[in-house]
């Protein structure tokens, strides 16, 4: 039994050691902050709640980042913060990443007045800056992490639907894709068995970019005030709170601040690393680029 765990253990390090360098880096960088947002309560040192000593405490044994204006735990909020930042970011970027690629891949598929009314909307979309339309949204619908999310998803989501539209117009003129229209197959067995999985790799690489804008996003809408509301931490409003700060205590900034560009950088070195280890599609990703243009 040892033995046979042993030698899993040597395969997986094995696997890892032969991906390419940027998503070994991402990897080690946003597994971590996936476990902190898991199990903060585990970590934290305190409650985020909790206030443990006088306000504006500089960093020290027992309170690593120091302490914010009345007196809480800064280390103990930037962990508990990260469950809220990390889940709004994965749930937006994966609801975009759904949709966008599901209407993209059929328009680019099907082609004439389809993809014309389909790309015609998705521009309407992308004419609006992209945090003026989730801040009309959040405030039109409420503040809630579900509006939030879904808002963050919408704004997105067009951005994906012409990334994935250009992969479909490269591959409907594949051999396979031709073999199946003449067999009589259908426009959904089509994109679903054909379409989707070979145009993965290439919208895996924009999967992990469209995270690190999710992020961002995410982080905005917090330090606006639209995002999680206080008491409860989130990584925006602990920056927002800290530019109040920024004279009475430095450091207030400092652990959201490394936090939000450390999980941004990881999503963007995954995606390079993508990239790198789907090189071989290389070829489809420089003209989907061209293609997503259009």
């Given at each position: ?5 042993s ?26 902050f ?14 985020p ?13 027992i309170?690593?980042?120091?302490t ?5 735990d ?10 809220a ?8 970027a ?17 082609g ?5 009314v ?45 990334f994935?539209?250009?992969t479909g117009?490269v ?17 959904v ?6 379409i989707?999985?070979n145009?993965?790799?290439?919208l ?6 469209l ?6 996003i ?6 606006l ?13 602990m920056?927002r709170a800290?530019f ?6 430095p ?6 601040g ?8 990881a ?5 390079e690393g ?17 293609l997503a243009?259009?």
């Open positions: 039994m040892i033995l046979d765990n030698s899993s253990l040597k395969k997986i390090i094995r696997f890892v050691a032969q991906q390419p360098k940027p998503l070994r880096i991402g990897i080690a960088i946003l597994v971590p996936l476990i902190v947002a898991l199990v903060p309560s585990l970590i934290a040192p305190h409650s709640l909790a206030i443990m000593d006088k306000p504006f405490l500089p960093p020290s044994k309170n690593l980042l120091g914010d204006e009345i007196g809480r800064l280390m103990s909020r930037v962990i508990y913060a990260a469950r930042d990390i889940f709004v970011s994965i749930s937006a994966s609801i975009a990443f759904i949709f966008g690629t599901i209407f993209g891949l059929f328009s680019g598929y099907v004439g007045r389809i993809d014309t389909i790309m015609r909307f998705v521009d309407v979309f992308l004419s609006f800056p992209t945090i003026i339309l989730a801040l009309f949204l959040i405030v039109v619908f409420g503040r809630s992490e579900w509006v939030q999310i879904f808002a963050i998803a919408l704004v997105m989501a067009p951005s994906m639907a012409r994935s539209r250009g117009l591959l409907r003129k594949r051999g396979y894709v031709e073999a199946s229209q003449i067999s009589g197959a259908s426009t067995h089509i994109v679903r068995m054909h989707l999985p145009s993965m790799p290439t895996l690489v924009a999967a992990s970019v995270s690190a804008s999710a992020i961002l995410a982080s905005s809408l917090s330090y005030g639209l995002g999680a509301q206080p008491p409860d931490p989130s990584w925006g409003n920056l800290s109040s700060f920024v004279y009475q205590a450091w207030y900034g400092v652990g959201p490394i936090c939000v560009t450390s999980v941004a950088s999503y963007v070195l995954i995606g993508l990239r790198r280890k789907f090189g071989r599609q290389r070829s489809i990703i420089s003209s989907t680029k061209s243009s259009l």
